[in-house]
Every structure is written in C-alpha cells, then in structure tokens.
C-alpha cells in the first residue's frame, strides 16, 4: 500500500509539474522572439525547446502508465524512427555517434513512443559509455545499440523491473528506469529488447 501510495503521488506529482511548467515556457518563448537575433537568443531558444521537449516526454511518460493508451500505429522507415529519437536528444558533439545502415525496413509503430524508447537507450549508451563512440546499427529489422564497457552484473529482465539498476564504477546510477521504460513501450508494440556484451561493448537490440 505504501509503495503504491508512493508511485501515485510521483504520478500526480509528474503531472502538476509538467503542465505548470507549459505557461512559463510558452512566455519565455514569445519573449525570445521579440529579442534581436543574436548567438545568445539562439542558445535561449535551444535550451527553452530542450525543456519544452522534456516536459512533454514527461507527460508521455505517465501516459504509459495507463491500461487505456491509445498509440498512433503507422508504418514508418526505420531511419525514420531513429531520424525521430535523435532530434529528441541533447547532444553536444555528434561525433559521438557512429550510425550504420547496413538494411532498411519498416515497421508499424508510433512514433512519438518509439522514438522516445530508441532515445532513451542511445542517452544511456553515451553516459555510460567507457571510451570511444556510440555505435547505432541498423540491419535485418533490428536497431542495435553499442557502447564500450563492462557487461551488466546481471541478466537483462532484472533491469526491466521498476526501481532496479547498474552500480557504476563511476558512482553513477545506470540502466534502471530508462530500461523499464523501453521494455514497456515496446510490449505495447509487440517488439523484443535484447542484450549481450561483444567485443568488449554492451550491446542493446530493438527486434521488430
């Protein structure tokens, strides 16, 4: 009863601050576009859509958590998906990336979702990265994520449980609710995640 009280009020709590956080960031919007242009207004209004971006992911994100989601199911190109995700993303230096793809295919899905459930493992392969890039790799309907570094303690189904995760070497907390958040978005789908660590990466598999 507890933990559920608990989750309900993080919910409420989710909700409150994603929706009182819009009015502000619609006025510093329209406000920005009165000023001069200028490398620093450029900046503002990156940072002001980055936030705006977040705070409908959040909202999403609850949306998740109901029995009644509605998805928006069309076909898309998977480059489409992936295009999607990281223009979601806050990268700082796209060399980062190493993007292949081998073979193209397309899948029914929703977009909005999937592309947060791609981007959510490409923000945990570049934080938790050890060296070098992260590579994305497209190829036989599968979107393949992979970041140098020490394999997962565990198997895979107990980072898809709600409030479990990785203890980093780095002090960092890892692979925990971003994984859940993954795994549901694709049982909505119908679409597998898989892991393995090859090469000395960890590499995290969308099979559609």
Known sequence: ESLESLILSRTQLLNDISHE?????SKAMLALELEVDSKYKKILKKSITQ???LTNELLDIERLNSKHLNLDMQIYSIDTILFEALSKMMIDDEKELDVQMVNLFTCKADL?????AVKNLIDNAIKYK???KVKIVIDKNSIEVKNKGKALSKKLD???ET????DS??????YGLGLNLVKRVLDYHGFKLEYRHENGYNVFSILT
């Open 21 to 25: 956080l819009k009015t502000p960031i």
């Open 169 to 174: 070497s780095r002090n960092i907390k890892g």
């Open 51 to 53: 936030i705006d971006n």
């Open 130 to 132: 050890e060296d070098g």
């Open 158 to 160: 107990y980072y898809l």
């Open 112 to 116: 909005n979702y999937m592309s947060m």
């Open 163 to 166: 409030f479990t995760q990785e």
